[in-house]
């Protein structure tokens, strides 16, 4: 997928003439929503009361835009319209990237024991797939 992507963005470098700028101008918008993504993602999660593998599917999905199902069609436009394909590659690179960081982060924002205090004074009354205990 890399070598893909590497060949994808090679053959739209050239495109790009005098309008880095305009690329430039969009790409910081690309990782604000990444962010943003995050804690929205977070957000939902806890408004569900999602256990960790389904918190962290949450915040994964909402943040991956899957640019790369509309980067054919933007490849597709024509020679005075290669501004919006650049801009779709640009996405993706910025996806990417943050896909990378998000795996080393969202474990450390929901991590696998929420409850690290009570497991250590065995005050636990959590199951491992995270449903209560039934009384005793």
Do not use: C, W
Not at 104 to 119: E, M, S
């Amino acid at each position: 997928m890399i070598a893909t992507l590497l060949t994808i963005v090679a053959s739209q470098v050239p495109k790009l003439d005098d309008n880095l700028t305009d690329i430039a101008g969009v790409a910081p918008f690309y990782a604000l929503f990444l962010l943003l993504m995050a804690f929205a993602g977070l957000a939902v999660a806890r408004l569900f009361h999602l256990d960790v593998p389904a918190a962290r599917a949450v915040v994964f999905t909402g943040a991956t835009r899957n640019s790369l199902v509309v980067l054919p069609l933007a490849l597709a436009l024509p020679d005075q319209l290669a501004t919006a394909a650049v801009a779709v590659v640009a996405q993706t690179l910025i996806e990417v990237i943050g896909m990378v960081i998000y795996v080393r982060a969202v474990p450390r924002f929901l991590p696998q024991d929420r409850h690290p205090a009570a497991t250590r004074h065995g005050d636990d009354h959590t199951q491992p797939t995270g449903h209560a205990r039934p009384s005793t």
